[in-house]
């Protein structure tokens, strides 16, 4: 199966700093890798995705970059804001005849931006 | 309005008691999974599966059984309840046939105590 690790656990930084996430992964099939935002008592909800096809994609103020060859992504926020404050959790799908059938998440970044 | 539903959201029990935690979504998704939550551990897939009558074991099956009779549903069935199976229980699905998403929408959660 596909394991996913994610670093740091915990990361607090300033509002209007920058915060980044990282994750490995060891499938090399995998093709595919999101980034789950989940607020406290909320639910986990999307809020990027990248395909292997794709070093680096960009929305607003987050970005995700994808090195394949090192097998590992990572989450970057811009100009942080307190509504950026949440658990983020990194995933990586594990193929198996050509599908995605299981999606494995890292253990979560619980990120703090302080005013 | 597109959504996965779960129920209880809230449930305690006791060691041994059978229940059942209902999933239902209305998005024709192929693709259902159930995973619990823990704190440091992220999310933990237990049961998926990719069709009707389509089942499969994730990463930590043990004590739980599922069933997909209907493509809607899928419930999660816990035979014989025990306290390490405390936890935060989220349902969620996605295309599987198809398509070029894998975003998984997933389900408000269920907080389930065995004491």
């Known amino acids: 199966g596909e394991n996913v690790e994610q670093h740091p656990s915990t990361l607090s930084v300033q509002e209007g700093d920058s915060a980044v996430i990282k994750c490995t992964y060891s499938?090399?099939?995998?093709?595919?890798f999101p980034w789950y935002k989940q607020e406290l008592g909320k639910r986990p909800q999307l809020i990027i995705d990248?395909?292997?096809?794709?070093g680096e994609k960009k929305d607003q103020r987050i970005a995700v970059t994808l090195n394949k060859t090192a097998k590992h992504f990572s989450l970057h926020i811009t100009e942080t804001q307190p509504e950026d404050s949440a658990v983020y959790f990194c995933?990586?799908?594990?193929?198996?005849?050509?599908?995605?059938?299981?999606?494995?998440f890292g253990s979560g970044t619980q990120l703090t931006v302080l005013p | 309005e597109a959504q996965v539903t779960q129920n209880p959201r809230y449930l305690i029990t006791v060691t041994g008691k059978k229940l059942t935690v209902t999933c239902s979504q209305n998005m024709n998704h192929e693709y259902m999974s159930w995973y619990r939550q823990d704190p440091g551990l992220g999310l933990r897939q237990i049961y998926y599966?990719?069709?009707?009558?389509?089942?499969d074991k994730g990463d930590v099956p043990e004590g739980y059984k599922v069933s997909r009779k209907e493509k809607r549903n899928f419930p999660l069935i816990l035979e014989s309840p025990s306290p390490n199976q405390t936890s935060l229980y989220f349902c969620?699905?996605?295309?599987?046939?198809?398509?070029?998403?894998?975003?998984?929408?997933f389900g408000p959660g269920t907080r389930l105590t065995v004491t």
């Open positions: 990248i395909r292997s096809n794709v």
């Open positions: 599966s990719m069709n009707v009558e389509v089942t």
């Open positions: 969620a699905s996605r295309p599987f046939l198809g398509g070029s998403s894998y975003e998984q929408y």
């Open positions: 499938d090399s099939a995998s093709n595919y």
């Open positions: 995933a990586a799908p594990h193929i198996s005849s050509g599908s995605a059938r299981q999606l494995t």
